[in-house]
């Protein structure tokens, strides 16, 4: 099958509907499994803690686990997809989180949990960015925005039935289901990677295994990460986490110094020279952040701030998920009738705006006036999130897709970890403001916090007002 950077646009025959539609489905399995994961095991933090008789904020290890194992494995996605095949590690991967997931549904104590938590991690750091470059090397490019868009489906819908399903679980059974379902969903990802995937996919060049730059960056991730997770949670002191960052900061540095030098770099940090990638993963970091911050704020102002139950949280929650859904009707629409830096533009800055007005909401706001403005601005976080993921691929050259999935995934956790800890960080400093340092949060201390989340989305839309009015013309499909 031809690949992205040798197809000319103009030669390129489409796909069936059905195959442009099936393959993003399936590689986005895991991303379903991971988002209903996290949402499901958010909610059943109260019994695991209950059941393990462990105090609930010591679970904090079991969520740290996965994250931290996670950044470890992620630089080695795609090394091992170019040396083993993409359709392999893809199936080995979904059979590892799987796996882990039994084992956590087995746990009888928390080492135990953090144990497979652990394993987990190692299957999930591969999924999807092995996934996503199963994606590239098997659409081309007429294609690829149709099938971006179906990609995002099960994530989405993984975040919309999280909570519900972690709630009913655990209330007609025992917490361990929440992990122990994930084993059918995991067998039929495997069983439909094996059916639609093309196990004679193009690879990139075999390069020799660089253990520096896995070192290096195994420990650059994992102790920034390790840090952010841990800021405000009171698990550890604050020099440790300081010196954690710290070594976080100049383990990332020292592999940028590794790699210039390399012949065969783990990933090859050039392809930021590339203005497409570049404005994709460095310019959409912003707006990231700004994702990862919204759903830790929201379900704290509609639960804290406004005293509402878990479940009417959860339903009004839901309506960023819903939106995200909806994306799939129309982005493929905008990007072809008015390209993507237009779309970038306008839906970032409507993301901005979004997320200063979730601030405005008060106890007294309809309910029906705060899910329809939050599913306003999931379609505009989602419309923006699709074209960013289909536009920084459009310069990378093949033997290069590895190294830009892998880095893509790299950033795009950052960002999130970021984002979580901006939140936390945004609402101590405004409470300590108000004069409510250590007490419960405030309706009003979620305003400014959600004006500062929409400031910093704007640093994305004046990163892309930068971009051509022609940048990623060969990926409309016009």
Not at 90 to 100: D, E, P
Not at 201 to 217: E, I, N, Q, T, Y
Not at 306 to 314: A, D, I, K
Request: glycine residues 10%; aromatic residues 8%; hydrophobic residues 55%.
């Amino acid at each position: 099958m031809a690949m992205i950077a040798d197809a000319n646009p103009a030669e390129v025959i489409a796909l069936p509907t059905a195959h442009t539609r099936i393959v993003p489905l399936v590689v986005a399995c895991p991303l379903f499994l991971q988002n209903l994961d996290t949402s499901v095991m958010a909610t059943a933090l109260p019994s695991i803690a209950a059941s393990l008789d462990v105090h609930i904020l010591d679970l904090n290890l079991a969520v740290t686990a996965y994250l931290l194992s996670l950044a470890i494995f992620l630089p080695i996605s795609g090394w091992l997809a170019d040396r083993f095949g993409a359709r392999r590690m893809f199936c080995v991967a979904i059979a590892l989180f799987s796996l882990g997931s039994a084992l956590c549904g087995l746990a009888g104590s928390l080492p135990a949990l953090v144990a497979w938590r652990l394993l987990q991690g190692v299957g999930g750091a591969m999924m999807l960015p092995v996934g996503r470059l199963i994606l590239l090397r098997s659409v081309p490019p007429a294609q690829i925005v149709n099938a971006m868009v179906w990609f995002t489906v099960p994530g989405a819908i993984g975040r919309l039935a999280g909570p519900f399903f972690g709630g009913a679980v655990v209330t007609v059974a025992s917490w361990h289901w929440i992990f122990l379902v994930n084993i059918p969903f995991g067998l039929l990802g495997v069983v439909m990677a094996l059916t639609f995937i093309d196990k004679d996919l193009p690879s990139g060049p075999r390069r020799r295994f660089d253990a520096l730059g896995f070192v290096l960056l195994a420990l650059g991730l994992a102790a920034l990460i390790g840090a952010l997770e841990t800021t405000g949670k009171g698990l550890l002191p604050w020099p440790v986490m300081l010196a954690g960052a710290t070594l976080g900061v100049c383990a990332l540095l020292g592999y940028g110094w590794h790699s210039r030098r390399s012949v065969h770099p783990l990933i090859d940090l050039g392809i930021f020279r590339l203005s497409s990638y570049r404005a994709a993963v460095l310019g959409g970091m912003p707006l990231r952040i700004a994702i990862g911050a919204s759903p830790f704020m929201l379900p704290l102002l509609l639960q804290v701030g406004f005293g509402l139950s878990p479940l009417q949280s959860g339903l009004l929650t839901m309506a960023t998920a819903v939106g995200s859904l909806s994306t799939r009707t129309v982005v493929a629409r905008a990007i072809r009738a008015v390209g993507f830096k237009t779309l970038l533009v306008g839906s970032a800055s409507l993301s901005s705006l979004f997320y200063m007005g979730y601030g405005f909401f008060t106890a007294a706001t309809p309910h029906v006036a705060i899910f329809c403005v939050l599913l306003l601005g999931g379609l505009c976080n989602s419309m923006a999130m699709v074209s960013l993921n289909t536009l920084g691929f459009t310069q990378v050259p093949p033997d290069r897709t590895s190294h830009a999935t892998t880095a893509s995934s790299m950033a795009q956790q950052l960002s999130v970890c970021l984002g979580v800890v901006l939140g936390a960080t945004l609402l101590a400093l405004i409470g300590a403001w108000h004069g409510d340092a250590g007490g419960p949060l405030q309706a009003r201390d979620f305003t400014p916090a959600f004006i500062v989340v929409g400031c910093v989305t704007l640093l994305s839309v004046a990163w892309f007002r930068r971009l051509r009015a022609d940048e990623g013309d060969e990926f409309r499909g016009v």
